[in-house]
């Protein structure tokens, strides 16, 4: 099993900055794509980006040019700067993680979530 531990989430003002960061704990699996989704309650959830284990990322569209999604594979960690925040950005942020064990199970593991906020 995992443990995923994030952070950075809060208030901003609008045009201001987050860095959410996303700690996996664990052992017995190898990290494949980590990500990051958002969903406010009563609504429906949206892949805001992912990265795979070869680097290659990918983006909601209106997060394009505003969001940067990394990753340190040393420290098993899935980092998302967030630039030009804006209200609609208002939701609770959950990373995720597919994983693959030694006997080629897949795995896959959230977050708690992390709340943004971006009211002025």
């Known amino acids: 099993q995992a443990q995923l531990e994030e952070s950075g989430g809060g208030l901003v003002q609008p045009g201001g900055s987050l860095r959410l960061s996303c700690a996996v704990s664990?052992?017995?699996?190898?990290?494949?794509?980590m990500g990051w989704y958002r969903r406010a309650p009563g609504k429906e959830g949206e892949l805001v980006a992912l990265i795979t284990g070869g680097g290659s990322t990918n983006y909601l569209e209106s997060a394009k040019g505003r969001f940067t999604i990394s990753r340190e594979n040393a420290k098993n960690t899935v980092y998302l700067q967030m630039n030009s925040l804006k209200p609609e950005d208002t939701d609770v942020y959950y990373c995720?993680?597919?994983?693959?064990?030694?006997?080629?199970?897949?795995?896959?593991?959230w977050g708690q979530g992390t709340l943004v906020t971006v009211a002025s």
């Open positions: 664990g052992s017995g699996f190898t990290i494949n794509e």
């Open positions: 995720y993680v597919d994983a693959l064990t030694s006997v080629s199970i897949k795995l896959q593991f």
